[in-house]
């Protein structure tokens, strides 16, 4: 069975701030981890995604994240908040051991970035 | 290029109504995936295709849940005699490949 978690329903930052996202999973394997982002009425889109190699991943709009498989987290970060920023972000993940090709999104979290 | 495009954005339908839901996905992508999503809530897995075949439909909820992608490329979800319960975002993405995935806008469903 694979699940993700994200423990905040909303995160609130000030522009220029570091900012994070937090994503916790569980998978009987190994994971593939992704986080979209979704702007009002708009579909999710891809940010980025931890496949294999190294723990952290850049992606797009300055975004990363880092793979931790002794906490089974991956965050989302950026080092500098843009209030363009604010949207709704997705963790995901999927579990290559089974053979599984669906991935478990969780359930989001609000990112506000204040000017 | 274009993206995937779902079709309509929005539907309103009468409790026991058929309604049919399209999905056009990235040309050449073989994987195609169907989503509920609530409010508040992450995409939820209905079905996916990979070309014409459906590989998994274990997240439908029901059988009045059908989907279809005759040739591999449009894909169609079916509710047959609707519900309140419906109600939902009805989300379509595909991938090349079986990693990242390519979302399009939804369709809002409304049962009235």
């Known amino acids: 069975a694979q699940s993700v978690a994200q423990p905040e329903d909303q995160v609130n930052v000030a522009e220029g701030n570091p900012l994070t996202v937090k994503c916790t999973y569980s998978v009987s394997g190994n994971p593939y981890l992704f986080w979209y982002v979704q702007y009002p009425n708009r579909g999710l889109q891809f940010l980025l995604k931890y496949i294999t190699g190294d723990n952290l991943v850049k992606g797009s709009y300055g975004f990363e994240a880092e793979f931790n498989k002794s906490q089974t987290s991956f965050h989302l970060k950026k080092p500098s908040a843009l209030v363009s920023d604010s949207a709704l972000y997705f963790c995901a993940v999927r579990d290559i051991s089974g053979g599984s090709y669906i991935p478990t999104f969780g359930r989001g979290t609000s990112l506000i970035v204040h000017p | 290029g274009a993206g995937v495009s779902q079709s309509p954005r929005y539907k309103v339908t009468k409790r026991g109504q058929d309604v049919a839901l399209r999905c056009d996905p990235i040309s050449g992508h073989v994987s195609l995936y169907w989503y509920r999503q609530a409010l508040g809530q992450g995409p939820e897995f209905l079905t996916y295709?990979?070309?014409?075949?459906?590989?998994?439909k274990s997240g439908l909820p029901n059988d009045r849940f059908s989907a279809e992608r005759p040739e591999g490329s449009i894909s169609t979800l079916t509710i047959q005699r609707t519900e309140q319960r419906d109600s939902a975002m009805y989300r379509c993405?595909?991938?090349?490949?079986?990693?990242?995935?390519?979302f399009g806008p939804g369709t809002r469903l409304t049962v009235l």
């Open positions: 295709f990979n070309y014409e075949a459906q590989q998994d």
């Open positions: 993405a595909s991938s090349s490949t079986a990693n990242e995935q390519f």
